[in-house]
């Protein structure tokens, strides 16, 4: 089982959907959480952090369920630029200082469409 | 101004040949990583340098071995390269903090290791 699993996809949405991707992840001693976005043939760059009280950023919303050891990103109102890859990405301490290792899922390809 | 940079973006090369790519970040971050992305997408790391010491060294045949010279540059040699090493390679940097948490990793764009 992977450590980290998304539905790879791909996603198709009408420009102005809504669209919510889903992620969950295998080891509970993971600390933090994140959604990364890859476009086609690019780095990947940070898209938000998840916190457990969940987050907004703009049209993003992520939310954070520990218990079930579940991840989500929501998109509102999605643009054209929107579509990418989006990656689930869990990060977990090494000794006391903050430089643990991601692990990242294979991601969750988005298009959007007019 | 290239936050985080690689040399060179493309590489081509006959099996059996070694190769180096370079990393160099300008953010005056401690950590540095190298990941590999395969055809299918899947983003692995590879190792990690903190402050010029290996910190991560995940399961990678010896052939690769990375180097850092100071905690600016991680490049990245590998020796008698196979088939199944044509991948892309990603550098990444992040500066450690003290709270609770793994900081943002910044990339670079990544070297696309073609070998034939």
């Known amino acids: 089982r992977k450590e980290v699993e998304q539905d790879p996809g791909p996603f198709n949405v009408p420009e102005g959907a809504t669209v919510a991707f889903n992620c969950t992840y295998s080891n509970s001693a993971s600390q933090s959480f994140f959604w990364y976005r890859q476009d086609c043939r690019k780095e990947p760059k940070l898209l938000m952090s998840?916190?457990?009280s969940g987050n907004e950023d703009g049209r993003f919303t992520a939310q954070l369920n520990r218990a079930s050891q579940y991840i989500s990103l929501l998109i509102r109102d999605s643009k054209l630029s929107d579509s990418a890859t989006y990656l689930c990405?869990?990060?977990?301490?090494?000794?006391?200082?903050?430089?643990?290792?991601?692990?990242f899922g294979q991601g969750t390809t988005l298009q959007v469409k007019p | 101004d290239t936050a985080v940079s690689q040399t060179p973006k493309y590489l081509v090369t006959q099996m059996g040949n070694d190769k180096s790519i370079k990393c160099e970040q300008n953010l005056g971050h401690d950590t540095m990583y190298w990941y590999k992305q395969d055809s299918k997408k899947f983003l692995k790391i590879m190792f990690s340098?903190?402050?010029?010491?290996?910190?991560i060294n995940e399961t990678v045949p010896n052939r690769f071995s990375p180097k850092s010279p100071d905690k600016a540059h991680l490049n990245l040699h590998i020796n008698s390269l196979e088939l199944g090493d044509s991948a892309v390679y990603f550098c990444a940097s992040s500066q450690p903090g003290t709270g609770v948490g793994t900081d943002t990793q910044y990339f670079g764009p990544g070297t696309r290791l073609t070998v034939l």
């Open positions: 998840v916190y457990s």
């Open positions: 990405v869990v990060g977990r301490i090494r000794g006391s200082g903050n430089t643990g290792k991601l692990i």
């Open positions: 340098y903190n402050n010029k010491e290996l910190i």
